[in-house]
């Protein structure tokens, strides 16, 4: 399956299930870490949100490969470049996950701005 219709898939299910969301609110990319750990997810906001996989339980199997909040952070604000005149959005383009080095996990995220 690619890429995007799988973030179409989860904007459906997001919509669909709340009445309140806006353009903002829109996942505009998705990505996993190497180890399918964790899961990235960007929006048209400019914000981050990063999921972690539930640890298996014996007593509850029905949840196995649940995700669950981790963190979510702003990552990109709206801008206006004046010496180019050019108003560069907040939605996020990709997301990239960093190769381990050590306990921390780093990812990478890219906005709209191109060079001209």
Sequence with gaps: MDEDSDTRKINSGFLRDHNYATEA?????????????????????GRVVVFQREQESKSQPQRRGEYNVYSTFQSHEPEFDYLKS?????KINKIKWLPQQNAAYFLLSTNGKVKG
């Excluded at 050019?86 to 907040?90: D, G, K, S, V």
């Design 86 to 90: 050019l108003e560069i959005e907040e």
């Design 25 to 45: 609110d829109i996942i505009s990319t998705v990505e996993f870490n190497s180890s399918g750990e964790l899961l990235a997810t960007g929006d048209k906001g």
